[in-house]
């Protein structure tokens, strides 16, 4: 590693061997692994080299719709294979992708697309009905619909069944020398891709993950996982969010891997998934781990080819993390965290290490720089808590078209994460909370995520959020929302009392919650997967 320059004014510690774009790492994969799975879809399957000309056939296509270096071309498209394709594409014609949750609504929809002035949106066929009207939509803006069959409407030129892409029809998929207009290096710090973050207030914020974020942080998923050549991931995250971009996609173009598409998660088809498929790597929330020890098909499958399942986003049991060891035995479970600003990854816990650190999130990865500031900006000696700031290559430099939002963000090269954490004398990380939803009970801070840790040991737990309610006396009171499996919910008084019970033996009396909604129902989420907490806050008459 050495020290670098980027954007403008930042030294990062980075890889000093790397491809300069995602573009290159990509050729370089088709190079030395053209033969192997790329992409894998119900009767799609691809080669690395027939993803090559899919690429190269629907970059002609951008091309000649006029889409040049630096356009937005936003995709509105499901976990599929144009989903790849058009990742890809975007690149190799050097053009921006702004990828959007299909779970976003017209409105939402509407703002990315203008904020970022997107040239074009490229779309599945059946969330035409999403698309705002003509009037709230950017005057050049292009539509490209996807129908069912895969092909592009207007190119036609990408056939999607088994087989691989149709003919190039005399486009070079090799093109990169000389005349090609794509040969041309892009800057490391231009930006590749914008993901809009969550918007759990005000108007979301269009991050730009540069080239040298997404390599480095595609290099660190290599690294810190060992992942290798051939292996096989599971795409059950939604593509569209900086996990299911990052840490599937790229992760295993880096290392010639394939991507297998789960278009909607249900624990026994994706048990069923995993086995035939061999499966070797997942990233996945906890919840999604828990639902598949709960299926009774777990047992029927031979998943010995399940070697890494990572995790992020939400503490795991350590139930959950027991009963996996046991009936998984080749499994190696892997906490890390990150956001969109930090490319994904800015954690991941070392292989072997997660049983004897259940309430870390990892180290830090190779090039990164985790602070733990107090609230003057100051450095806290190791083990206090305060907020975690974040330095390093996969950091990116700002928000598209929003400098008041960077500068609240970043300083001096850092990412203000608004998480509260700590970092001990070994370099392992820990959250409590994010600063905004730290309770304060009568003076006594509560940090959510240790009450939520406590309520997720208990056998039927499947996720729970710590939330305040508002007290005229002591300011704020705990209020907990718990999803539980079927047995639980079926009494729900029953359950209150033994949570309640269960958390008197490991947290202080002022930290049990004394209200509580249990349900079956998954909590409510965002569209890119986020908790949103604010859904939760009990109004006075709710909860008892």
């Not at 810190?224 to 990052?246: E, F, K, N, Q, Y």
């Not at 299926?295 to 995790?311: E, K, N, Q, V």
């Amino acid at each position: 590693m050495r020290h670098e320059l980027h954007f403008g004014d930042r030294v990062v510690r980075c890889f000093s061997a790397r491809p300069s774009s995602l573009d290159e790492m990509f050729r370089e994969t088709v190079d030395r692994h053209g033969e192997r799975d790329a992409v894998v879809d119900h009767d799609v399957r691809w080669t690395y080299r027939d993803l090559d000309r899919a690429v190269a056939l629907t970059a002609a296509g951008l091309r000649s719709a006029g889409i040049v270096a630096g356009d937005r071309v936003a995709m509105l498209v499901s976990n599929r294979p144009e989903f790849i394709v058009s990742l890809y594409a975007i690149q190799r014609v050097r053009a921006i992708a702004v990828p959007i949750s299909i779970r976003e609504q017209a409105p939402g929809i509407a703002y990315m697309l203008g904020q970022c002035a997107a040239r074009m949106l490229i779309h599945d066929t059946d969330l035409a009905d999403r698309i705002p009207g003509l009037e709230e939509l950017p005057p050049e803006l292009q539509r490209v619909p996807l129908d069912g069959a895969g092909l592009w409407q207007g190119w036609h030129s990408v056939d999607h069944r088994a087989g691989g892409p149709a003919s190039t029809a005399g486009v070079d998929s090799r093109a990169g020398t000389q005349a090609d207009p794509d040969a041309e290096r892009v800057r490391e710090d231009d930006p590749a891709v914008i993901l809009y973050t969550s918007g759990t207030t005000g108007r979301p914020k269009g991050a730009m993950l540069s080239h040298v974020n997404i390599v480095h942080s595609a290099m660190h998923f290599e690294s810190c996982m060992g992942l290798r050549v051939g292996d096989r991931s599971a795409m059950a995250v939604p593509a569209s969010h900086v996990t299911g971009l990052i840490a599937v996609i790229v992760a295993m173009l880096r290392i010639g891997g394939a991507v297998v598409n789960v278009r909607q998660f249900r624990a026994s088809s994706f048990l069923a998934l995993v086995a035939s498929q061999k499966i070797t790597h997942t990233l996945l929330v906890p919840s999604m781990y828990q639902l598949c020890l709960l299926d009774p098909t777990l047992s029927r499958h031979d998943l010995s080819a399940w070697r890494i399942g990572a995790y992020g986003g939400a503490p795991m049991p350590r139930s959950a993390i027991e009963a996996l060891a046991v009936r998984l035995p080749r499994l190696t479970l892997m906490n890390a965290y990150g956001a969109t600003e930090t490319t994904s990854p800015a954690t991941i816990m070392p292989p072997g290490m997660q049983s004897g650190n259940l309430d870390s999130v990892g180290q830090p990865v190779p090039t990164a720089d985790i602070r733990v500031m107090d609230d003057a900006g100051r450095e806290v000696p190791a083990g206090e808590i305060g907020e975690l700031w974040i330095h390093g290559p996969m950091v990116v430099a700002g928000y598209w078209s929003n400098p008041q939002a960077t500068a609240a963000s970043f300083s001096g090269g850092y990412w203000r994460s608004g998480d509260i954490g700590s970092i001990d004398h070994s370099g392992f990380v820990r959250l409590f909370d994010r600063k905004k939803d730290m309770l304060n009970r009568g003076g006594y801070k509560i940090y959510s995520v240790e009450v939520e840790h406590a309520l997720m040991a208990f056998p039927g737990v499947i996720e729970a959020a710590i939330v305040g309610r508002a007290c005229p006396v002591l300011g704020e009171r705990v209020h907990a929302v718990v999803c539980v499996d079927a047995a639980m919910a079926r009494d729900p008084h029953t359950a209150r009392e033994q949570l309640s019970a269960h958390c008197a033996t490991r947290l202080a009396d002022y930290k049990i919650p004394e209200t509580w909604v249990i349900q079956a129902d998954p909590l409510p989420r965002n569209a890119n997967g986020k908790l949103l907490k604010r859904l939760l806050r009990p109004v006075p008459s709710d909860a008892g």
